[in-house]
């Protein structure tokens, strides 16, 4: 059938430039450039390109520039290009259009509507650079209240404790399978996570046999609904186990892991047959309630001999402040929640462009909930979907959040520059494939270098609005809503997010 | 003497090296003019060899025990014993190519325009080789044994 679309990319290439070194054309993933002998001289094919910039940062004249094609409908408010690309290709495909990473639609971003404070005159603020500046933050369950033994010695704890995680600053690596990314990529996760003094989501595809001595410290084992890779030896080998009940970027349905994917050791990993479609199903089919959750936290617990954290996962819903109070009352030590920004290695675009609610409101209804029904210290929540600075990280912990996960910005320092063709397993970066010669252009080695760098970065940040603030730990300002205000908000969504206008 | 060691398994393939190799050799170390303006345009003294997914690239290993300076019959390639480098002495080269049917690694460029050969220097005067300074990926490390590398 002839193809009715648009190009979506245009490739411009200044030939007064162009040596003709074709590494353009080796980087290329998709057969974007060709050199050509007959004529001497490189040429593009437009139609192919998904716009990853790949051979843009790697032409060493700088002669490659990659941008949206400027060829247009006629303009229409209602029937945007996208709309009439999609259109044509259902019309030729018969299928469901499939996508990568993140919700790309103009929905409210809530953290551009959200100010933090500063202290003027009235109380000091902090410089993080001369004064300590405190960070560290404890994932799981927190007593009820905390009874003490004063002695000569000093004192001793006597209520019963929970375990706890203690992470070094308040953000980890979301769950990303070894599967949907690189070995290489999943790799970097772990070596920048206990680099850090922080954590690295094993999604679900298991924790490869050679990672678990070393970075099963640092590590979030996941068990979701296709039980991919789950064993004890899995549980007990990490710091906390998470079930994974639902995903921001697709919630309600499950994943389809293409059997091109499943590589030898991929398949090892997960414990199924090589070349066989990974397929996890939308709900887990032992989890019909909360208290087949309960019974779930549960096992888990008992295989863990009750030492570690049991998060559970859920896509952010309509609802959710209920569903997280049940998920606590169940046995949860964690909630991660996971918003409509959040990221993914394949969903149907469909989805992932028009279910879900934002996490900003998501987490806001839930931490209200929990306090109110004086349920808020049995669990950590942990907010995930959409964090792109440490200003986005500074003000979901001041809406409640314990600590957040970061998948989309730890991908994109690795080198991801959200083209959204991950589901092809052709990613020019390295990052989501499974294809030896697309994957080595990930070295873990330097990686996990801009992970850690990132990740500091985001420390010394965060600390400098602390230090603004006059606050000289993490713990004064969760859940402290009165630092935040907001900006080009309704009153509804004030009263969701719990904040004051800005000026009041 | 330092080392250029070679990690196939981060080397990408993407030929930037040899890129770089023919800038760094050129007259005017500018890469528009070494390509677009000097005749002849230098040679690349890296190599990368191919087969997919396995891609490397490879220079001159400057031998401690080197067949082609064995095999040379002008004098044109030695061993500098100061700095444990394998030279070249174009002045010298015949282009006989016996170096280049001996050296092991294939590490020796015949250069077709001068019917002489020629090879990795080590970038002598630069700071490091510029394979090793512009490889994008770590794919090439310069271990500098005096400064206790390998």
């Known amino acids: 059938m002839y193809s009715y679309l648009l190009p ?115 109380n000091p603020s902090i410089d993080p650079l001369r004064e300590p500046m405190e960070l560290k933050t404890f994932l799981g369950k927190k007593p009820d209240s905390l009874e003490i033994d004063l002695n000569k010695e000093g004192f001793e704890i006597k209520s019963e404790l929970n375990p706890n995680k203690m992470i070094e600053l308040p953000v980890a690596f979301s769950a990303m399978s070894y599967g949907a990314i690189s070995y290489q990529a999943f790799l970097s996760l772990a070596m920048a996570a206990k680099e850090i003094g922080t954590l690295f989501n094993t999604g679900e595809g298991g924790l490869p046999l050679e990672m678990r001595e070393k970075y099963g410290g640092n590590a979030v084992v996941q ?70 959750l309960s019974m779930l936290i549960y096992a888990l617990k008992e295989v863990t001999n009750y030492t570690k954290p049991i998060s559970v996962k859920i896509a952010a819903v309509n609802h959710v402040a209920a569903i997280a109070s049940g998920i606590v009352r169940a046995g949860a030590d964690i909630i991660a929640i996971d918003g409509i920004r959040g990221g993914t290695g394949s969903a149907p675009k469909i989805i992932r462009d028009n279910i879900g609610i934002p996490l900003e409101l998501a987490l806001a209804a839930i931490d209200k909930r929990l306090r109110d029904e004086g349920i808020r210290n049995k669990c950590s929540v942990i907010a995930a979907g959409g964090f792109r600075c440490s200003g986005d990280v ?31 397993g052709k990613c020019s970066w390295g990052v989501c494939t499974q294809d030896p010669y697309l994957s080595k252009r990930l070295n873990p080695e330097i990686a996990s270098v801009k992970l850690v760098n990132l990740l500091r970065s985001w420390e010394h940040e965060i600390k400098e609005m602390l230090g603004g603030m006059g606050i000289n730990a993490i713990e004064s300002i969760r859940g402290n809503r009165d630092h935040l205000r907001g900006v080009g908000l309704e009153g509804w969504e004030l009263d969701v997010l719990g904040v004051k206008g800005a000026g009041e | 003497m330092g080392k250029i060691l070679i990690k196939p398994e981060v080397c990408i393939g993407c030929h930037l090296c040899e890129i770089w190799c023919v800038v760094a050799h050129s007259r005017t170390k500018d890469i528009l003019k070494a390509f677009l303006l000097e005749k002849p345009a230098a040679i690349s003294r890296v190599i990368v060899e191919e087969r997919l997914p396995v891609t490397f690239a490879l220079q001159c290993r400057h031998c401690s025990e080197p067949d082609c300076v064995f095999a040379c019959i002008s004098g044109a390639l030695y061993k500098d014993s100061a700095s444990g480098r394998v030279i070249h002495d174009p002045e010298k080269c015949v282009g006989c190519y016996s170096c280049v049917l001996v050296c092991p690694y294939g ?32 794919a090439l490390v310069y271990a500098d044994q005096e400064k206790g590398g390998v």
Not at chain 1, 93 to 106: A, E, F, Y
Not at chain 1, 240 to 262: W, Y
Not at chain 2, 107 to 134: A, M, R, W
Request: proline residues 5%.
């Open chain 1, 8 to 122: 979506e990319f245009a490739i411009e290439r200044k030939t007064e430039r162009c040596i003709k070194c074709r590494v353009c054309e080796r980087q290329c993933p998709v057969g974007g450039h060709k050199y050509d002998p007959d004529f001497d001289a490189m040429f593009s094919y437009e139609e192919v390109c998904v716009g990853c910039q790949r051979c843009a940062v790697f032409c060493p004249t700088g002669a490659l520039c990659v941008q949206p094609h400027s060829s247009q409908y006629r303009l229409n408010y209602s029937w945007s290009r996208e709309k009439l690309q999609d259109l044509k290709k259902q019309a030729e495909t018969g299928g469901v259009i499939l996508t990568g990473s993140g919700n790309d639609k103009p929905y409210k971003v809530y953290w551009d509507h959200l100010v933090l404070n500063a202290s003027q005159v009235t």
């Open chain 1, 223 to 292: 068990c979701a609904s296709g039980r991919f890779g789950v064993d004890s030896e899995y549980f007990n080998c990490a710091s906390i186990v998470e079930i994974k009940i639902g995903q921001g970027a697709k919630p309600g349905i499950g994943g389809h892991l293409p059997g091109e994917k499943v590589s030898f050791n991929v398949a090892r990993n997960r414990m199924i047959p090589e070349g066989t479609d990974a397929l996890s199903p939308a709900p887990q089919h032992d989890i019909y309630s909360i208290e087949d």
């Open chain 1, 394 to 424: 500074l003000k979901a912990i001041a809406l409640g959040a314990d600590a957040v996960y970061i998948g989309t910005s730890a991908l994109v320092a690795m080198g991801c520059t959200l083209c959204q063709k991950c589901y092809t």
């Open chain 2, 107 to 138: 590490g020796i460029i015949i250069d077709q325009e001068n019917k002489k050969v020629t090879k990795c220097d080590l970038c002598e005067g630069f700071e490091k080789p510029y394979c090793v300074s512009h490889c994008p990926n770590g």
